[in-house]
């Protein structure tokens, strides 16, 4: 009785799906039905992007850092290759570079718990995390609160560079160089 689902709850079985054969191991699922696969392709998936993401975004163009908004973790290369066929659609990393395969996730308030106002990660969004970086990536997190912090004062965009510079270098493995750019 496929007809029953709601959205969430076939978005919720493509999770269990998606997490079993990323780190099941040994573990042998059987395939979706069909019937039940086509229902959950189906989903719209729930694109956001705020205005903080969007800050961010800018500044990395501005600092040469090539990148693309809303990109699947399925695809792995430029050409478009994907891990897993048909599910490129299924979830999006905020901010990423297929290059250094490099995904900056920017977590405003409802990653965490406590309604917004703690700083403990919620299970959502420490298990995307955990995906990203068993699928390859390397995983840039941008704290609502820390983001918050270098938005204050007289010349906050000189620390909002500074920042992303410091958390790029994290995984880049050395201080972020910013690219020769014209202007």
């Not at 040994?26 to 696969?37: K, T, V, Y």
């Not at 478009?80 to 066929?85: A, D, H, I, K, R």
């Not at 290059?99 to 406590?114: N, Q, R, T, V």
């Amino acid at each position: 009785p496929t007809d029953s689902f709601t959205d969430e709850e076939l978005l919720q079985t493509r999770q269990v799906y998606t997490v079993a054969m990323i780190e099941g191991g040994g573990l042998r699922l059987n395939a979706i039905p069909p019937a039940l696969l086509s229902k959950i392709n189906n989903v719209p998936e729930l694109i956001t992007e705020s205005k903080s993401h969007n800050d961010i975004s800018q500044l990395l163009t501005e600092i040469g850092f090539d990148h693309e908004n809303e990109v699947s973790p399925f695809i792995v290369d430029e050409g478009g290759q994907t891990v897993f066929s048909g599910w490129e659609d299924f979830w999006s990393i905020d901010i990423a570079t297929l290059k250094g395969m490099i995904a900056i996730e920017f977590d405003g308030p409802y990653h965490y718990l406590s309604g917004g106002t703690g700083r403990n990660q919620n299970g959502k969004t420490k298990m995307k995390a955990r995906m990203l970086t068993n699928l390859g990536w390397r995983v840039v997190n941008i704290p609502w609160y820390e983001w918050a912090e270098v938005n204050k004062g007289l010349s906050w965009k000189p620390k909002q560079i500074e920042y992303l510079k410091s958390m790029l270098s994290q995984v880049e493995g050395k201080v972020f160089v910013m690219k020769k750019t014209r202007v």
